[in-house]
Nanobody
Framework: QVQLVESGGGLVQAGASLRLSCAASGSIGISNVMGWYRQAPGKQRELVARITSDGTTTYADSVRGRFTISRDNLKNMVYLQMNSLKPEDTAVYYC?????????????????WGQGTQVTVSS
């Protein structure tokens, strides 16, 4: 089992910055993917950014160039630096952790979610 605790959300004006943090604890393997998803009212949850344990990143088109995801493997932390925030970035942001499990068979990918942190951007 893996537990995720997010922090750093809040209410800001358009153009401001926020930094989200997520701490992972529990049975954490060497190979994993950590990421941030968000869900706005009435919309489906969507990927914001993700980063593998070797540092490969993926971003949603809507945030590329404004948001930066990073991680600290020693501390099992993932961060999301959000700059030039827009009202359409308003959502609950969820930390996500995925890792492969090879035993017992068959192999699978375990998927964990944090409780979510609210980000509200006013115009």
């Amino acid at each position: 089992q893996v537990q995720l605790v997010e922090s750093g959300g809040g209410l800001v004006q358009a153009g401001a910055s926020l930094r989200l943090s997520c701490a992972a604890s529990g049975s954490i393997g060497i190979s994993n993917v950590m990421g941030w998803y968000r869900q706005a009212p009435g919309k489906q949850r969507e990927l914001v950014a993700r980063i593998t344990s070797d540092g490969t990143t993926t971003y949603a088109d809507s945030v590329r160039g404004r948001f930066t995801i990073s991680r600290d493997n020693l501390k099992n932390m993932v961060y999301l630096q959000m700059n030039s925030l827009k009202p359409e970035d308003t959502a609950v942001y969820y930390c996500n952790f995925q890792q492969p499990v090879y035993w017992p068979r068959p192999p699978r990918v375990d998927d964990y979610w944090g409780q979510g942190t609210q980000v509200t951007v006013s115009s």
